[in-house]
């Protein structure tokens, strides 16, 4: 299935407001993804169950390493304003304390790891537009695991962002081990995840 875009009317006042009011009234099949993406609202379908397996099996190997007072979120939705972005990252690992106030969305700044699987229909948002809102935030690691990128399927780890881009720390293709750094410090094993 392919997203659609639904493109807003051109904002009155503060456009960010509007933009996230729009956003807001979506009325979008139950489990489609509601997004804005460069300012546009996009809607996609739910996920794969291949996607589901893959956010599965990192999940897990993240609960082992990350502290406490820290959470792993499929469905929280970060917001950037700069980048007149509203994004929905197959996962957020963030502090807890960043959930504790009201609403529907957190400031991505908080998120101390992103991790998105590329979906057929998504795939350049996650490699270009979703990858740039990341480091703008300042997001300290971006893990990309792109089971449609061209040859085979790989996993990127991008991070030091600085300047609204990133440096690629690693990347592995799909049966290779790929390595968080501190303050995660774990191994993964590429080739448990479909598609490897």
Same mark, same amino acid.
């Not at 379908?45 to 190997?61: E, I, K």
């Not at 792109?146 to 881009?165: C, I, V």
């Not at 990133?166 to 049966?175: A, E, I, M, Q």
């Given at each position: 299935m392919?997203?659609?875009?639904?493109?807003?009317?051109?904002?009155?006042?503060?456009?960010?407001?509007?933009?996230?009011?729009?956003?807001?009234?979506?009325?979008?099949?139950?489990?489609?993804?509601?997004? %804005?993406?460069?300012?546009?609202?996009?809607?996609?379908?739910?996920?794969?169950?291949?996607?589901?397996?893959?956010?599965?099996?990192?999940?897990?190997?993240?609960?082992?390493? %990350?502290?406490?007072?820290?959470?792993?979120?499929?469905?929280?939705?970060?917001?950037?304003?700069?980048?007149?972005?509203?994004?929905?990252?197959?996962?957020?690992?963030?502090?807890?304390?960043?959930?504790?106030?009201?609403g529907?969305?957190?400031?991505?700044?908080?998120?101390?790891? %992103?991790?998105?699987?590329t979906?057929?229909?998504?795939?350049?948002?996650?490699?270009?537009?979703?990858?740039?809102?990341?480091?703008?935030?300042?997001?300290?690691?971006?893990?990309? =695991?792109?089971?449609?990128?061209?040859?085979?399927?790989?996993?990127?780890?991008?991070?030091?962002?600085?300047?609204?881009?990133?440096?690629?720390?690693?990347?592995?293709?799909?049966?290779?081990? =790929?390595r968080?750094?501190?303050?995660?410090?774990?191994?993964?094993?590429?080739?448990?995840?479909?598609?490897?």
């Amino acid at each position: 299935m392919s997203a659609l875009a639904i493109e807003p009317e051109p904002p009155c006042g503060d456009g960010w407001d509007e933009l996230v009011r729009i956003w807001e009234a979506t009325d979008a099949p139950e489990g489609c993804k509601v997004e %804005i993406i460069e300012g546009v609202v996009t809607v996609t379908p739910g996920p794969a169950n291949s996607h589901n397996d893959t956010a599965d099996l990192v999940q897990r190997r993240l609960y082992g390493v %990350i502290p406490e007072d820290w959470g792993i979120y499929q469905t929280q939705t970060v917001a950037i304003p700069s980048r007149q972005g509203m994004f929905i990252p197959d996962l957020l690992v963030a502090p807890r304390a960043a959930l504790k106030e009201h609403g529907h969305y957190v400031p991505l700044a908080v998120a101390e790891l %992103i991790v998105e699987i590329t979906s057929r229909s998504n795939a350049n948002h996650d490699r270009v537009e979703k990858l740039h809102g990341y480091a703008t935030a300042g997001v300290p690691l971006y893990l990309l =695991l792109d089971s449609w990128h061209s040859g085979r399927p790989t996993a990127t780890l991008y991070g030091e962002p600085r300047n609204g881009m990133y440096r690629v720390l690693d990347t592995v293709k799909y049966g290779e081990e =790929l390595r968080l750094p501190a303050p995660f410090d774990l191994v993964l094993d590429t080739g448990e995840f479909p598609g490897a």
